[in-house]
């Protein structure tokens, strides 16, 4: 088809030319003398990004789910003892990376298109009168449903309840995007991939440690190999990885930190809540609901969109697909069929969304959900309008 894709799915995001550019560029060594010059501008502006002024980031070529290792084979000893709380696909995958690293999980569960419920972390804890639990594990956007956790009522909670676990936290859709106040959080482990906010394809995973978090790296008894976060300091410190770095994405990543520290990331975080005003009000039209619950918890970065009863999601996302070329995320695990997913995060823009708005309504439409076509592109526009 003539003219550009629709990459309209939560991650990858797509890859603005200025990136593009940055990225191609002849390999060089990473072992000289001018390396690093590159480490220490990216290790140096990372924490800008959600606000860290304390402990460090760490850059490995990986994605987030193996920061979500990362994570806890430096924190968390063998065997050790985890709280989570289950409200989608992504906090039900951490957990099973924690099992399968032979982590013991207390889960708590909330219903899809909710988040979690600080008082029942608050409860949990506060029955751990031994301490035994190391960490708290929370994902602060549910890319699957498009909810959005309130991180620092977490962290009050974990505060309230006097205990000592460390907080992890999955920023994965919304860390360049979405406001994430690390330091004013008391977060001890954010984890991220380049893919979706940071606008570069896959292929980086980015752990950001508090100095708590940090202090626990180097008495931590887990056995690390790759991941493990003595050898990834030691190098950084000089400027360099303990192994080949994928230097393509470094550059991609050096030059996108300009690009969002330029705009500055509180306009990042309101950028895209314009947006998604815009994309809830043309969910509204329509008449659909959202996976979402309730307005107040609705993600800036994505919109989970629920078809009626009757209706199978995946029929509207092939439609879109092989007739519009728009590119509409799909629904996981529980909602699987019942939802598709507008991802409205890194390189968009109003006029971009209102294309792929128009994409979703005629797909809509051909698989027979009545809809009036026009009403949810129109409502978006009467959002974005600058004179409205
Ligand atoms: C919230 C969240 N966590 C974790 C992941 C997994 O990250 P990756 O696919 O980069 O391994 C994703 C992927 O979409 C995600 O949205």
Wanted: aromatic share 6%.
């Amino acid at each position: 088809m003539a003219g550009r894709h629709f990459l309209q799915i939560p991650g990858p995001t797509p890859v603005p030319d200025r990136l593009l550019r940055a990225m191609h560029r002849a390999m060089e060594d990473h072992r000289s003398s001018a390396f690093p010059a590159l480490t220490r501008s990216i290790l140096s502006r990372l924490p800008q990004v959600v606000h860290q002024t304390k402990g460090e980031p760490f850059v490995f070529p990986a994605t987030g789910t193996a920061m979500w290792e990362a994570a806890l084979v430096n924190t968390v000893n063998p065997g050790g003892r985890l709280l989570a709380v289950r409200f989608g696909q992504f906090s039900h995958l951490f957990i099973q990376t924690a099992r399968a690293l032979g982590y013991q999980v207390d889960v708590l569960e909330e219903p899809w298109g909710e988040v979690a419920d600080p008082s029942r972390i608050e409860a949990a804890l506060a029955a751990d009168t031994a301490h035994e639990i190391q960490g708290v594990l929370l994902v602060h956007n549910e890319t699957a449903t498009g909810v959005t956790s309130d991180v620092a009522a977490v962290r009050a909670a974990i505060d309230r309840a006097k205990h000592p676990a460390l907080l992890l936290v999955d920023g994965v859709s919304s860390i360049a995007s979405l406001e994430f106040q690390f330091d004013a959080w008391g977060v001890d482990c954010a984890i991220t991939g380049t893919q979706k906010g940071f606008m570069l394809p896959a292929g980086l995973g980015i752990l950001y440690m508090s100095e708590k978090a940090l202090a626990r790296v180097d008495t931590c008894t887990m056995p690390r190999a790759y991941f493990d976060l003595r050898a990834m300091r030691a190098n950084n410190a000089q400027g360099f990885f303990p192994s080949t770095p994928a230097l393509s994405l470094l550059f991609g990543l050096d030059e996108a930190l300009t690009m969002l520290l330029d705009e500055g990331m509180a306009a990042v975080a309101e950028r895209h809540r314009f947006l998604a005003n815009g994309v809830r009000a043309a969910v509204n039209a329509w008449g659909l609901r959202q996976c979402a619950k309730r307005p107040e918890i609705a993600s800036n970065s994505l919109t989970a969109v629920m078809v009626p009863d009757g209706h199978d999601a995946r029929q509207v996302i092939e439609i879109a697909f092989t007739r519009y070329d728009i590119s509409l995320g799909s629904g996981l695990n529980e909602v699987a069929g019942k939802v598709f997913r507008i991802g409205h995060l890194g390189d968009t823009n109003s006029l971009t969304l209102a294309g792929a708005l128009s994409g979703v309504e005629m797909a809509l439409c051909d698989a027979g959900i009545p809809i009036m076509l026009g009403s949810g592109v129109g409502a978006a526009l009467q959002q974005w309008r600058v004179g409205a």
